[in-house]
């Protein structure tokens, strides 16, 4: 089994404040957490170089550039083997619409997360886009109509942990 890294409750702060606050100075965070400028960059370097810290981007709105229609789609595949599962990853990677892809388990294989300008565009993508993929064997969409809630991961310390 993996260990996972151990943070303490400053790794933590520092993790909330970024996710919140990815455009911070490093003097802003430290201030923040109560640290030196120096203790808190060295900190979050080592958050970057456990992978825990992925990337740093901007959330954008997509209201505010003509992106009003969101669907999430659970595709289900003909078969799970890996080379239709690998071409079927692939082939969402050149889809610019498609903003996440989740393998999962259940009724469905993935689900996917389409983001485009209405809905006249989003019935051309599945035709255009998903009705040349061979391995797809249903399609099950659902329009978003409100985001209610939409964070960051949590952060803080859990409550247990199970034991192996």
Same mark, same amino acid.
């Given at each position: 089994m993996e260990t996972l890294p151990q943070l303490d409750q400053t790794d933590r702060e520092i993790l909330?404040? =970024?996710?919140? +606050?990815?455009? &911070?100075?490093? #003097?802003? =965070? #430290?201030?923040? %957490?109560?640290? @030196?400028?120096?203790?808190? &960059?060295?900190? %979050?370097?080592? =958050? $970057?170089?456990?992978?825990?810290?992925?990337?740093? +981007? #901007?959330?954008?709105?997509?209201?505010?550039? #003509? =992106? $009003?229609?969101? %669907?999430?789609?659970?595709?289900? &595949? +003909?078969?799970?083997?890996?080379? @239709? %599962?690998?071409?079927?990853? $692939? @082939?969402? $990677?050149h889809i610019p619409e498609v903003v996440a892809c989740h393998q999962v388990v259940g009724d469905a294989d993935f689900f996917v997360k389409v983001i485009t300008t209405d809905m006249a565009t989003y019935q051309q993508l599945v035709m255009h886009q998903f009705g040349k993929l061979q391995d797809i064997q249903g399609i099950k969409a659902f329009i978003m109509t409100a985001t209610v809630k939409e964070t960051g991961v949590p952060v803080k310390e859990p409550l247990s942990r199970p034991k192996s």
């Open positions: 909330d404040y =970024l996710q919140d +606050h990815a455009k &911070l100075t490093n #003097a802003q =965070l #430290a201030q923040n %957490v109560g640290l @030196s400028p120096a203790s808190t &960059l060295e900190r %979050v370097r080592k =958050l $970057e170089r456990q992978g825990i810290i992925k990337s740093y +981007h #901007a959330q954008l709105d997509p209201k505010q550039l #003509a =992106l $009003e229609t969101c %669907v999430i789609m659970q595709i289900t &595949l +003909h078969r799970l083997t890996p080379q @239709s %599962v690998t071409d079927f990853i $692939e @082939s969402m $990677e």
